[in-house]
């Protein structure tokens, strides 16, 4: 019995060292350097080294490496935002019933997933440029990102992005958020097409469910249910582009934001469902290869999210067709060599109706061949484009890429080409 025991013990220490560690030391002293910052009026670079940057973890410290802060940017955000962060500041907090349920759910994920790790989780205060990155085994999450709410008051931003950050988070989304990202310390990185994104991220959706061991809760969910053929439908047109722009981090211009997600969910739960091997199923989500096309076609083929058989090359064809292109130039062919210096304005007609939104930028050749001086703006029909010109010189080349950066028609397709160039040269005199 004795020798039984000893076992155990080791069997315990063991696993403690391997297991996670949640730390939240960068937190404390965040506040503790806030409030001492907020009553001085000289000194404010010393008292935040002494209070909060010399007493960093090494998470806090690779935070600011990979996503390039500092201490100006510290001081910056901290003078600029205080009723931001007096508002934020309950629900950074993070206590040990928290951390408990964290815990918990992690050793639930060990027995899913069985897999020694020993990366940590490190909560972070960082300075409003990201909600969280992977570095290696560990997380680290910029919960000033995370844990706002309805209450949390976002009127000092300038940035509409950091405006409507928290229109559909709260705090209580923390436990499901830090699984669904500790999950993706194991996924392979890429990802080739718009379905493949919607595995990759909804599965750790579905498997912070099994772990957390409750209904995973977020707008997309309710609302992709709520209209589940519709959001279906749509996706099919687009799941192997790698638009990903109308189906994640859209909250700008989607009142129904993310919706990726929500499929990918779906097909990892039917997935799931299907398998009779249940352990090797989450295992075959977590590690698919999201860059291998089919890999990641066997996963949705296996899950039946579909009634009918995908045909691979016909919603590639078809989505190619409606992708807007460029048509012609009105006032020259492009490539012309014979364009005249009073030239004013060059029309840009579009196949399709476009967004406002087209990207136009300098070519190859640079700043000096550029010829535009303005956008003036789409016609009516929104297929025109028109475009206001520099001063022009005799006997001189002149080019500029339209891009697909943002550039798409009004139904959402993505411009065709990854830099489209527009060419020509004046006459001589």
Same mark, same amino acid.
């Given at each position: 019995?004795?020798?039984?025991?000893?076992?155990?013990?080791?069997?315990?220490?063991?696993?403690?060292?391997?297991?996670?560690?949640i730390?939240?030391?960068?937190?404390?002293?965040?506040?503790?350097?806030?409030?001492?910052?907020r009553k001085?009026?000289?000194?404010k670079?010393?008292?935040?080294?002494?209070?909060?940057?010399?007493?960093?973890?090494?998470?806090l410290?690779?935070?600011m490496?990979?996503?390039?802060?500092?201490?100006?940017?510290?001081?910056?955000?901290?003078?600029?935002?205080?009723?931001?962060?007096?508002?934020?500041?309950?629900?950074?907090?993070i206590?040990?019933?928290?951390?408990?349920?964290?815990?918990?759910?992690?050793?639930?994920?060990?027995?899913?997933?069985?897999?020694?790790?020993?990366?940590?989780?490190y909560?972070?205060?960082?300075?409003?440029?990201?909600?969280?990155?992977?570095?290696?085994k560990?997380?680290?999450?910029?919960?000033?990102?995370?844990?706002?709410?309805?209450?949390t008051?976002?009127?000092?931003?300038?940035?509409?992005?950091l405006?409507?950050?928290?229109?559909?988070?709260?705090?209580?989304?923390l436990?499901?958020?830090?699984?669904?990202?500790?999950v993706?310390?194991?996924?392979k990185?890429?990802?080739?097409? !718009?379905?493949?994104?919607?595995?990759?991220?909804g599965?750790?959706?579905?498997?912070a469910?099994?772990?957390?061991?409750?209904?995973?809760?977020?707008?997309?969910?309710?609302?992709?249910?709520?209209n589940?053929?519709?959001?279906?439908?749509?996706?099919?047109?687009?799941?192997?582009?790698q638009?990903?722009?109308?189906?994640?981090?859209?909250?700008?211009?989607n009142?129904?934001?993310?919706?990726?997600?929500?499929?990918?969910?779906?097909?990892?739960?039917?997935?799931?469902?299907?398998?009779?091997?249940?352990?090797?199923?989450?295992?075959?989500?977590?590690?698919?290869?999201?860059?291998?096309?089919?890999?990641?076609?066997?996963?949705?083929?296996?899950?039946?999210?579909?009634?009918?058989?995908?045909?691979v090359a016909?919603?590639?064809?078809?989505?190619?067709?409606?992708?807007?292109?460029?048509?012609?130039?009105?006032?020259f062919?492009?490539?012309?060599?014979?364009?005249?210096?009073?030239?004013?304005?060059?029309?840009?007609?579009?196949?399709?109706?476009?967004?406002?939104k087209?990207?136009?930028?300098?070519s190859?050749?640079?700043?000096?061949?550029?010829?535009?001086?303005s956008?003036?703006? !789409?016609?009516?029909?929104?297929?025109?484009?028109?475009?206001?010109?520099?001063?022009?010189?005799?006997?001189?080349?002149y080019?500029?890429?339209?891009?697909?950066r943002?550039?798409?028609?009004?139904?959402?397709y993505?411009?065709?080409?990854?830099?489209?160039?527009?060419?020509?040269?004046t006459?001589?005199?």
């Open positions: 019995m004795k020798s039984i025991a000893s076992i155990v013990i080791i069997l315990t220490f063991f696993n403690t060292v391997s297991a996670q560690k730390i939240t030391s960068d937190i404390d002293n965040f506040w503790l350097a806030y409030d001492s910052l001085a009026e000289n000194g670079s010393e008292i935040l080294e002494a209070l909060f940057l010399n007493k960093k973890t090494d998470g410290s690779a935070f490496k990979i996503k390039n802060f500092d201490e100006t940017d510290y001081l910056e955000v901290m003078d600029r935002y205080p009723l931001f962060w007096n508002s934020i500041r309950s629900n950074t907090l206590d040990k019933r928290k951390i408990k349920s964290i815990n918990k759910a992690l050793n639930k994920l060990k027995q899913l997933y069985p897999i020694n790790s020993n990366g940590n989780i909560y972070i205060i960082g300075t409003l440029k990201s909600g969280g990155t992977i570095n290696n560990d997380l680290l999450l910029g919960i000033e990102k995370i844990v706002g709410d309805k209450n008051i976002v009127s000092e931003f300038e940035n509409q992005n405006q409507e950050m928290f229109q559909f988070t709260n705090a209580s989304k436990e499901q958020i830090t699984i669904h990202e500790f993706h310390t194991f996924q990185e890429g990802e080739i097409n !718009l379905l493949s994104k919607a595995i990759k991220e599965s750790c959706d579905f498997v469910e099994l772990a957390l061991n409750r209904k995973f809760i977020s707008n997309y969910i309710d609302y992709g249910f709520k589940y053929e519709s959001v279906k439908s749509e996706f099919k047109k687009e799941m192997f582009s638009n990903f722009q109308n189906w994640f981090y859209n909250g700008d211009r009142k129904n934001p993310d919706l990726g997600y929500f499929v990918g969910y779906v097909i990892s739960k039917k997935y799931y469902e299907k398998s009779t091997d249940k352990q090797q199923a989450i295992k075959d989500l977590i590690e698919v290869n999201f860059n291998d096309e089919s890999e990641v076609l066997q996963i949705l083929e296996k899950s039946k999210y579909f009634d009918e058989e995908i045909n016909e919603i590639k064809a078809e989505y190619k067709k409606n992708q807007p292109k460029v048509v012609r130039i009105i006032e062919d492009n490539g012309s060599t014979t364009v005249n210096t009073d030239l004013k304005q060059i029309q840009v007609v579009f196949s399709k109706p476009m967004d406002e087209i990207s136009i930028n300098f190859k050749n640079g700043k000096e061949h550029f010829p535009l001086k956008v003036i703006g !789409l016609d009516e029909s929104q297929t025109i484009l028109s475009l206001e010109t520099t001063d022009l010189s005799p006997d001189t080349d080019d500029f890429y339209i891009t697909d943002g550039t798409q028609s009004i139904d959402g993505p411009f065709i080409e990854k830099e489209y160039v527009i060419s020509f040269k006459k001589q005199r």
